[in-house]
C-alpha cells in the first residue's frame, strides 16, 4: 500500500519494517515526529528519555543485548548525546544501531545552524541522507543492514524539510529481526585505555572498507543527461536542483555522504567541463572535492547561511531568472511569534519585566519571554544553561548583582539538564534563585509527556517526579510553588526569594493553556472602568490590542484565562459570556 508521509513518519516505518525493538529520544523540532510515529507500532518499545545522551546509551545497551535499536533527536541534540555517540563507534554493535538526526538550516526552530555531517567525520560513524520520503524508509532499513554487516551505528541525516515534507511511500509487511545472542566481550564493550586501543584500529579498518563500498553503493547514483556541467549533491538540494535545473545537467546524487566516495567523484568530475556542488551550511563534499585535486564551483556561488532555493540555484548554474512571483502592492504586517494567548509564563515574565530583573533564560516556549513586550530574557544558550550560566554570573559580579538575576527554565528541560546545574548552586555555596516553570507537559515540541508529568510516550501512569521534593533532596531548603497568573503574590514570592543568601527555588506552577484539561470559561471584555493606561498591554497578550482610541479585546483569541484582570488596576476587564 503506498501512502502520503512526512519523513519523519517514513523514518518510524522504515525502522519498524526493519524489525527495531527499541527506539529511546528526547523531542526536539525536526525530529519529534519520527518517535511520536514510532508509537504506533506496539511492538515496539519506546520511550522519551530526560535528555539525547540517556536516549543515546538505552539504545546502545539494547543493541548489546542483541536488539535493533534506534535514537533520534534534533542536531543540537547531538551535542548532548556526543560523548557515548564517540565511543560506540569504538566499541561497535550487535543489533543493529541507528541515529537519527535532524539538522535544521535557516534555524526555523534552533539557536544554531549546525552541519550534522561533521560528527559523522569526527566520530568515524558512516552517514547517509535521504532525499524525501521514500528514501527516508528505504535508507533507514538499510541503516540496520549496514550497522550489522559492518559492526558499526549509521547515522541517518534529515533536515527540516526533508522531516517535515511529504511524499509517497510503499508500505511492506515487516522484517522479523531476532534478538541476536548476547555474550560476554570485554575486549568489545568495555573501554578502558588497553582495549580502546585495540578498537580504534578496528574503526580505521572499518572506515577503509566503508570507503570502498562507498564507490558502488545503492545510495550513491549517476544520472548522465549528456550534459558538459555536473552538479554533485545530496538530501534535500538534490531535490532543488533536480526542480530548478532538470536534465539540463549531470548529477551525483550522495545518499551516503560519510564516508564519501573517491573514485566515483574523480570519474563523475572528469566527464564534465564545469562542476558545481550544491550542498546546504558547509562546504563538506565541496571539501572532499578540491582534496582529489577537482576544481569546483561551491561556496563561491552558494552562501553558508540557511535554506537553499530552486530560484537561487537555477540563477547560480544556469544564469536564468525565477520567474516573476505575484507581489501585493499593499504593505503586509509581519506577526511576530508570541506566547499563545493564555500562556502561563507570561505573568512570569510580566513579574521579572516590572522588578528590572536580569533574567538568565533556556530552551523553551518561554525564550519567547526576550520578545517585546515582554523582553525580560537576556540570555539563552542552550539546555540547562540558565541554571549554570547564572551561578557563573553571579559569581563574576558578586552578591547584590546575584540579588537582581534569576534563572527560568521549562519542567521538561530542568530535567533534561537543569538539574546538574542546581547541584553546583548548591555545592559550591551559590545564592541563585532559579524559576521552574512547571506547565505540566513538554510545551515547544508539542506536548509530549515527561518525568514530571506522571504518564509516559503512551499515555500509561508511571512514577511522578515531585519537583519540590527533587529540589530539597539536593539541598535547596527554599523550595515555593506559587501561581504566576497570582501576579501580586508572585512579585512578592520573586523579592523574597531573591534576598536571601542561599540558593531558592521558585516553581511557578500552571499548566500551558493548550492542554485539553485546562477549561477557562467566558470570554474578558473591557468595561467602562478603564482608563487607557495601557498596563494590560505590557504583558503581550495577543487577544489585547489598542485600536487607536480604546483598548480591544479579540473574542477570536481570548481564552479567558483571566490573567488580565490581575493586571489592571482600574477592574476594567470582566468576563462575558
Same mark, same amino acid.
Given at each position: ?290 582534496? !582529489? /585535486?577537482?576544481? +569546483?564551483? &561551491? ?5 553558508? @547561511? *540557511?535554506?537553499?532555493? #530552486? ?43 516590572? !522588578? /528590572?530583573?536580569? +533574567?538568565? &533564560? ?5 525564550? @519567547? *519571554?526576550?520578545?517585546? #513586550? ?204
Amino acid at each position: 500500500m503506498k501512502k502520503l508521509m512526512l519523513g519523519n513518519a517514513a523514518v518510524a516505518r522504515g525502522a519498524y519494517e526493519a524489525g527495531v525493538s527499541v527506539v529511546a529520544s528526547y523531542p526536539g523540532t525536526p525530529s519529534t515526529e519520527i518517535t511520536e510515529n514510532i508509537v504506533k507500532y506496539e511492538e515496539v518499545y519506546a520511550e522519551w528519555s530526560p535528555n539525547e545522551k540517556v536516549a543515546a546509551e538505552v539504545a546502545i545497551g539494547a543493541s548489546i543485548a542483541g536488539a535493533r535499536s534506534m535514537s533520534c533527536m534534533k542536531h543540537v541534540g547531538l551535542n548532548v548525546m556526543a560523548d557515548p555517540v564517540f565511543t560506540v563507534s569504538y566499541t561497535g554493535v550487535n543489533g543493529g544501531l541507528v541515529f537519527c538526526v535532524a539538522d535544521d538550516p535557516g534555524m526555523h526552530s534552533s539557536q544554531n545552524e549546525q552541519d550534522s555531517r561533521h560528527y559523522a567525520e569526527a566520530s568515524k560513524i558512516t552517514m547517509l541522507e535521504p532525499a524525501d520520503s521514500t528514501e527516508c524508509k528505504e535508507y533507514t532499513k538499510a541503516a540496520f543492514e549496514l550497522s550489522e554487516k559492518f559492526d558499526t551505528p549509521v547515522f541517518i541525516r534529515l533536515s527540516t524539510r526533508v522531516s517535515h515534507s511529504q511524499s509517497l511511500v510503499e508500505e511492506v509487511q515487516p522484517e522479523k529481526a531476532e534478538l541476536k545472542p548476547y555474550d560476554k566481550n570485554i575486549d568489545k564493550y568495555v573501554m578502558m585505555p588497553a582495549k580502546a586501543i585495540k578498537r580504534h584500529v578496528v574503526v580505521e579498518e572499518r572506515i577503509s572498507a566503508l570507503k570502498e563500498y562507498a564507490e558502488n553503493c545503492e545510495f550513491n547514483t549517476v544520472e548522465d543527461n549528456g550534459s558538459k556541467i555536473g552538479v554533485i549533491t545530496s538530501g534535500i538540494t538534490y531535490m532543488y536542483s533536480r526542480e530548478a535545473l532538470g536534465d539540463k545537467v549531470n548529477y551525483l546524487k550522495l545518499g551516503m555522504v560519510y564516508p564519501l566516495p573517491e573514485k566515483l567523484v574523480k570519474d563523475f568530475a572528469a566527464k564534465c567541463d564545469k562542476v558545481y556542488v550544491i550542498e546546504e551550511l558547509d562546504p563538506v563534499i565541496e571539501k572532499h572535492c578540491r582534496a !582529489l /585535486g577537482i576544481d +569546483v564551483i &561551491g561556496k563561491e556561488k552558494f552562501t553558508l @547561511l *540557511g535554506e537553499y532555493t #530552486p530560484a537561487m540555484i537555477k540563477s547560480a548554474v544556469i544564469g536564468e531568472a525565477a520567474a516573476e512571483s505575484v507581489n501585493v502592492d499593499e504593505v503586509i504586517p509581519v506577526r511576530p511569534p508570541v506566547m499563545c494567548a493564555g500562556c502561563p509564563h507570561r505573568g512570569t515574565f510580566y513579574v521579572l519585566k516590572k !522588578l /528590572g530583573l536580569t +533574567v538568565s &533564560g533556556d530552551i523553551g516556549c518561554y525564550t @519567547l *519571554g526576550a520578545v517585546a #513586550p515582554l523582553e525580560s530574557v537576556d540570555t539563552t544558550i542552550c539546555m540547562g544553561a540558565s541554571v549554570s550560566a547564572a551561578h557563573g554570573m553571579a559569581k563574576a559580579r558578586g552578591a547584590e548583582f546575584n540579588k537582581k538575576l534569576v534563572s527560568v527554565i521549562g519542567d521538561s528541560t530542568f530535567m533534561h539538564s537543569g538539574i546538574t546545574g542546581l547541584v553546583d548552586i548548591v555545592y559550591n555555596k551559590g545564592a541563585n534563585t532559579v524559576i521552574i516553570l512547571d506547565n505540566s507537559i513538554t510545551g515547544m515540541t508539542g506536548h509530549q509527556n515527561n518525568p514530571t508529568t506522571g504518564y509516559t510516550i503512551r499515555g500509561e501512569e508511571t512514577t511522578q517526579v515531585n519537583l519540590v521534593d527533587l529540589c530539597k533532596s539536593i539541598g535547596v531548603k527554599n523550595v515555593v510553588v506559587a501561581d504566576p497568573f497570582d501576579v501580586k503574590n508572585f512579585e512578592k514570592v520573586v523579592k523574597e526569594e531573591t534576598e536571601r543568601d542561599e540558593p531558592s527555588v521558585i516553581i511557578a506552577q500552571r499548566p500551558c493553556a493548550l492542554l485539553k484539561s485546562v477549561k477557562y470559561t467566558g470570554k474578558c471584555k473591557i468595561n467602562d472602568n478603564c482608563k487607557k493606561c495601557k498596563l494590560c498591554l505590557k504583558l503581550g497578550c495577543p487577544a489585547i490590542s489598542f485600536d487607536g482610541e480604546k483598548i480591544v479585546i479579540d473574542e477570536t483569541q481570548c481564552n479567558g484565562c483571566g490573567l488580565c484582570f490581575n493586571v489592571c488596576p482600574f477592574g476594567a476587564m470582566e468576563k462575558g459570556e
